[in-house]
């Protein structure tokens, strides 16, 4: 090999190769076999994850390293990242299959589109230069806007992936002007040197001030975080149920990883700029969040705006800015895919969309119902569930910071956050079942993807220490 | 004045002015009209700036490539029975607004920006320069852009054709 | 550096086109001149750092502006197919 | 295995067992769920024998690693303040499933699972010494009592079932913010951060901190309790809940509340406490005077039984505000008083409801004609709750006026017009319900008490009696860890 691309460079670049290798082996099998590979879809798509995953697991052995000449650099944060990437494309590829089939939309660039979209998210976490990190956020959104639209003949899936894409190519066109402006203050486009730029120019640089502005900007557009939140309603409410699932954990996971490893490595130095916008982002998204959803009435939007509020909880572990708080986000986070696709998947086993269609599934469904109790409280952040963990972490690192108030404010939608979340709960064993039994989207993916975070979510809250472990190794840089 | 202020006022009010033509302009293909006049002024902007490979990209790129899709989704989805309709949208006042209010700071945060000292292009050739760049530090965003046209025409085919 | 002051320029007139259009065609429009806007920064510092970063990042910027132009125009298309008779002008998208 | 864990986890695996019986086979499933928590009170009832009277500290200490990294273990131990509590649910949760034998005839299994968790989650709260377990359960028992509520309620149950919820949680976040931030404090001070109460004992707080803390804390348990301006919830909650659930409500739950202040805000913030002891003291104050002045407006009889907690709370956290070993005692031995009399009262409005369908005072009257041994009853529970002598009420009450007497006069006057004023309420009620002619003629003929529901009260009647007789071997138990805590705040 050519000192272009060394063994280290490949070796960095594994994972995101073979996810797109199987991507497009299914793009491939699709075309030449057409009905006939459905049935290989899955098949090709858990081993092409499960090879990616013993490839992750090749490169913890020897992290942290870096590659390309510091564009790639592979470290315990971007590792947890890519595991959590990893997960939560497993998770809505078992999830996804029967319910294709419903909607009759069964083909096999939805499952292409999605490890594509984990090959972009790949380099956020990874990325460390501006151009692969841009083109690896537009990889994944490229994907996400197709996936959203995916339901070709519902007109509210093909609203839902406009507006998402006019939105989305907005935040990236500010980001991207951000970027820009960092090249300006740097000279280069590699982080490690924008550090160093930043870091020798006083504080409230307007340069600096104007490059925290439009990039912060552009990620909170992407972790739908207010007042940048405006898309994440209509497009959680338009997408196929599953690709709002991959939305709501996987496009806001990968974006927070963009956004730690921007404001906390190169733009670090500047935090006397950015955390005020950072606290009031995480206000406004708490209060936005919470407040809107009390009024839902369908139940993806509820998930959609309470997403807005968990986006605000992340927000305010960052501001706190000390080794707890980054704990809280990695629980939070960890906590989060399972929680959120676990919700999102009981409202594909009742197929319905309104909280009405959830009245009395309790008495029909118990095996769903239950553990979507445990998936609302530990949205909520109650014990003993996972989320309550990375609740906890937040509020102890803001305690910890002596940011009683935010505590206090992040304390107190708790319990708004339990009023909307225990409307899906009032519905499901409260009321009376208003009409027919439903078609169930059940599968056997569906189901182990039901065990598996409903084991997750309420394991990890009642024995976290493993969990907490596994966290603590990964973001203590 | 010299000939490069010339050449740079002439280019700026080309792309300035076709950009404000083409986001006021009723019809959309004189819109899109507009905008390829707007994309040559930037283009000519890089040809002062030196860059003369992205001059060309640009035109067979956007000029060649984008424009020609613009008009061809206009013309197949007839756009332009719809002139008689409203053509901003209720709020947009506070969309204008909340552009004034963030050009107003943008500018002043621009007027008091301080760039570091100003070097020179190594003396080779633009589009060799470019080139080097690009295959060797540029690697990875090389590689995996080949990822994002894949998604995007997949995508694009994908969401265009005909029902099944 | 008067490039920065057209780039600017650009950045606002997008915005001001996105945020305030209704038909959709023209909003896409306005994420070109945004995009437009960052690769005049960047060939501009380009220059000014005297290396070709700022040049290479606007080749890809550019990339990124022919899929995000391609995905939407068929996601437009697809749309179009599902309200036939209905005028694209009148998908009142941005509302918010 | 230990006896602590044994006894937490006993309702936990019979919760288990029971989600493997049929839901059809109803009857299994009342025996199954009868039978585990008769068992957990036999297994509880020894521990009354093997307690060590005269040892300070926490008994029967089970210890395990839970989250080593949050410094969290699964403490389980019991002093003679909790041993009460730990007795009285385990006593209370058998009989409010015996009580609910027929009157749940909807979703049995579930009910009965709700029950269970319910038990799981009391007697955690009340076993554990680490805060954080604390906190769990006290966040457990929130949910199978929305349930409890929410489909075996009364008509309004959907909206008092969140209700109830959200006050309650609106409390505990405050509460864990509390118990983060003494956490916190402890990882300064000690060397190894703990959530353990009788580390934290050690640690010496600055006034500020006690001062942020006792009231993160105040407002967590005085929802709970709840004291005057949070009381809102409960006569909603109250009056919708089924028998068991308000059995266990009154019973159990709001004395978490007081619990709470026992063990954690007075221990451990002591000059914040003796500051805000005549804020605790005025808003009990109002609470005994409210609770009954609202009481004696009650047209339903349900209602008025759930306001007469609040007054009798209100005697409770009085006894603590007084801050001496005779209030606290008074109000540890009032709390389980009132665990016995308003359970009984629960229990019996309760069972007139399944025979008439109606909790309206006015269509009642002359019921002691029909069913005597139903009148005697209510007669004894009326009496204990109105605090008369030679039963429970009056021991636990005059206690505490000798408490609050101690520190200030007026709050003992206070409180005695208090007493005199649930004398009269609860008289009235009995007046109108009980005595008299029959004019409503669907009262004649009622059957009387059947041989379960004497099974129901008939624990509850003699232990009033005897705590009214002879009081001393309760405040035995109390004595030490009474004393120890009235010598903190004393210091």
């Given at each position: 090999m050519s000192h272009f691309y060394t063994d280290v460079d490949h070796f960095a670049l594994l994972p995101a190769i073979l996810l797109a290798f199987f991507g497009c082996a299914v793009f491939l099998f699709d075309f030449l076999l057409g009905e006939r590979s459905r049935r290989w879809q899955l098949a090709l798509v858990l081993p092409g994850l499960a090879m990616t995953g013993w490839h992750l697991w090749k490169q913890g052995q020897i992290a942290p390293f870096t590659a390309f000449h510091g564009a790639i650099t592979i470290d315990a944060f971007g590792l947890f990242f890519n595991w959590l990437f990893l997960l939560t494309a497993a998770l809505v590829a078992l999830i996804s299959y029967r319910y294709l089939e419903i909607e009759e939309e069964h083909q096999g660039e939805y499952y292409g589109l999605v490890l594509m979209a984990q090959a972009g998210a790949y380099f956020l976490a990874v990325g460390t230069e501006l151009i692969t990190i841009f083109v690896g956020l537009e990889t994944m959104s490229l994907s996400f806007y197709v996936l959203v639209g995916f339901l070709r003949r519902s007109r509210r899936s093909n609203e839902a992936a406009l507006k998402y894409l006019i939105l989305g190519a907005f935040s990236s066109g500010i980001l991207a002007y951000g970027f820009s402006i960092l090249y300006g203050i740097a000279g280069s486009t590699y982080l490690s040197d924008i550090a160093m730029a930043v870091a020798a120019r006083p504080a409230f640089d307007p340069l600096t001030v104007l490059a925290i502005l439009t990039v912060s900007a552009g990620i909170l557009f992407k972790i739908s975080a207010?007042?940048?939140?405006?898309?994440a309603p209509d497009a959680y409410e338009g997408a196929p149920t599953a690709v709002t699932a991959y939305l709501a954990v996987g496009s806001k996971i990968a974006s927070l990883a963009l956004l730690l490893r921007l404001f906390l490595g190169?733009?670090?130095?500047?935090r006397e700029a950015w955390e005020p916008l950072l606290i009031l982002a995480a206000i406004a998204s708490l209060t936005v969040g919470n407040l809107a959803a009390v009024t839902q009435t369908n139940a993806k939007r509820l998930l959609a705006y309470s997403s807005i509020a968990h986006a605000g909880y992340l927000l305010l572990g960052l501001v706190a800015g000390n080794a707890t708080g980054l704990q809280g986000i990695a629980i939070y986070t960890g906590a989060y895919v399972f929680m959120t696709i676990g919700a999102f998947l009981v409202l594909m086993a009742v197929h319905g969309e309104e909280i009405e269609d959830l009245n009395g599934f309790a008495r029909r469904h118990p095996g769903y119902a239950v553990p979507m109790v445990v998936f609302l409280l530990s949205l909520a952040g109650l014990?003993?569930?996972?989320g309550f963990l990375g609740k906890y972490y937040i509020f102890l690192a803001l305690i910890e910071s002596g940011r009683y108030v935010l505590a206090l404010v992040g304390a107190a939608y708790v319990a708004v956050a339990l009023f909307y979340y225990f409307r899906l709960v009032r519905s499901m064993f409260l009321l009376p079942a208003i009409e027919v039994e439903r078609p169930q989207a059940s599968s056997l993916g569906l189901r182990v993807a039901l065990g598996a975070t409903g084991l997750v979510t309420l394991g990890a809250g009642i024995y976290p220490e493993p969990f907490l472990q596994l966290a603590m190794r990964s973001l203590l840089k | 004045m010299n000939l490069e202020a010339l050449f740079f006022y002439a280019f700026t009010t080309l792309a300035l002015g076709g950009a404000t033509l083409a986001i006021t302009r009723r019809s959309a293909v004189h819109a899109a009209i507009s905008l390829m006049v707007s994309l040559l002024g930037v283009a000519g902007l890089y040809l002062l700036l030196n860059a003369e490979f992205l001059f060309v990209a640009q035109i067979i790129l956007y000029i060649g490539g984008i424009l020609l899709l613009f008009l061809f989704v206009i013309m197949l989805v007839n756009?332009?029975?719809?002139?008689?309709?409203?053509?901003?949208?209720?709020?947009w006042p506070l969309g204008a607004a909340v552009t004034v209010i963030a050009g107003v700071a943008f500018a002043i945060l621009w007027s008091r920006a301080v760039l570091p000292p100003a070097q020179t292009m190594p003396d080779v050739g633009n589009v060799e320069l470019v080139a080097d760049t690009l295959l060797q530090d540029y690697l990875v965003p090389f590689e995996v852009v080949s990822l994002l046209l894949l998604v995007a025409v997949v995508g694009s085919v994908l969401l265009a054709r005909k029902r099944a | 550096m008067h490039y920065v002051a057209v780039s600017l320029a650009m950045l606002l007139i997008g915005t001001a086109g996105l945020l305030t259009r209704r038909n959709i065609v023209i909003i896409l429009m306005s994420i070109e001149l945004i995009l437009n806007a960052v690769n005049i920064n960047l060939v501009a510092f380009s220059r000014h750092h005297g290396n070709a970063a700022g040049q290479v990042f606007a080749i890809f910027v550019i990339a990124v502006a022919v899929a995000e132009a391609a995905v939407g125009l068929g996601i437009l298309l697809a749309l179009f197919r599902n309200r036939e008779t209905v005028q694209v002008d009148e998908v009142d998208l941005l509302k918010w | 295995m230990p006896w602590l864990t044994a006894l937490l986890a006993l309702p936990l695996v019979g919760l288990i067992v029971l989600l493997a019986i049929p839901g059809t086979a109803r009857n299994a499933v009342r025996m199954w769920a009868n039978a585990v928590l008769l068992g957990g009170l036999a297994l509880a009832l020894p521990l009354w024998q093997a307690?060590?009277?005269?040892?300070?500290g926490y008994q029967f200490v089970d210890r395990m690693p839970w989250i080593p990294t949050l410094g969290a273990q699964f403490l389980l131990g019991i002093d003679g303040i909790s041993l009460l509590l730990v007795l009285l649910t385990s006593l209370l949760g058998p009989i409010a499933a015996l009580a609910s034998w027929n009157a749940i005839e909807e979703r049995t299994k579930e009910f009965y699972a709700m029950l269970l968790l319910l038990q799981f989650g009391m007697l955690g709260l009340f076993l554990s010494l680490d805060l954080l377990l604390f906190f769990v359960f006290f966040e457990v028992v929130l949910v199978p009592m929305y349930f409890l509520i929410g489909i075996w309620g009364g008509e309004r149950r959907l909206y008092a079932a969140i209700k109830f919820f959200l006050y309650t949680l609106a409390g505990s976040v405050v509460l864990l913010l509390g118990i983060i931030a003494l956490y916190w404090q402890g990882g300064l001070q000690l060397a190894q951060p703990t959530f353990e109460i009788a580390e934290l004992l050690k640690l010496q707080l600055p006034l500020d901190a006690q001062r942020w803390l006792f009231w993160a804390f105040f407002v967590g348990f005085a929802i709970k309790v709840p004291m005057v301006p949070f009381h809102t919830w409960l006569p909603d909650a109250h009056t919708e809940a089924p028998t068991a659930g308000s059995v266990l409500l009154a019973g159990v739950l709001l004395k978490m509340g007081t619990y709470g202040f026992v063990r954690i805000s007075l221990p451990l913030f002591p000059e914040a406490a003796r500051e805000a002891a005549p804020i605790l003291a005025v808003l009990s104050i109002v609470a005994i005077l409210y609770g009954a002045l609202i009481s004696l407006m009650q047209q339903d009889w349900k209602r008025l039984v759930a306001y007469s907690s609040v007054s009798h709370m209100g005697f409770c956290t009085l006894g603590l505000a007084a801050l001496n070993s005779n209030g606290i005692a008074g109000s540890v031995l009032q709390q389980i008083n009132h665990g016995i009399s308003t359970s009984l009262l629960f229990l019996l409005v309760g069972y007139i409801y399944e025979r008439r369908h109606t909790r309206q005072i006015a269509d009642f009257g002359g019921l002691a004609i029909g069913m005597p041994r139903f009148a005697f009853v209510f007669a004894v529970a009326v009496f204990s709750s109105a605090g008369?002598?030679?039963?429970?009420g009056f021991i636990g009450e005059f206690t505490i006026l000798q408490g609050a007497f101690i520190v200030n006069r007026a709050w003992a006057a206070f409180a005695v017009f208090g007493i005199v004023l649930g004398a009269a309420y609860l008289l009235w009620l009995y007046q109108r319900t009980m005595l008299g002619d029959v004019r409503n003629e669907a009262n004649r003929g009622l059957p009387d008490l059947s041989l379960r529901e004497w099974a129901t009260v008939l624990p509850l009647l003699l232990l009033a009696l005897a705590i009214g007789v002879y009081p001393k071997p309760w405040f035995a138990v109390l004595e030490r860890p009474v004393l120890d805590i009235a010598g903190r705040l004393a210091r």
């Open positions: 207010a007042p940048f939140h405006m898309w190169p733009l670090g130095t500047a014990p003993p569930t996972a | 756009l332009d029975a719809g002139r008689g309709l409203r053509q901003f949208h209720q709020r | - | 307690f060590d009277r005269a040892a300070s008369l002598p030679l039963l429970n």
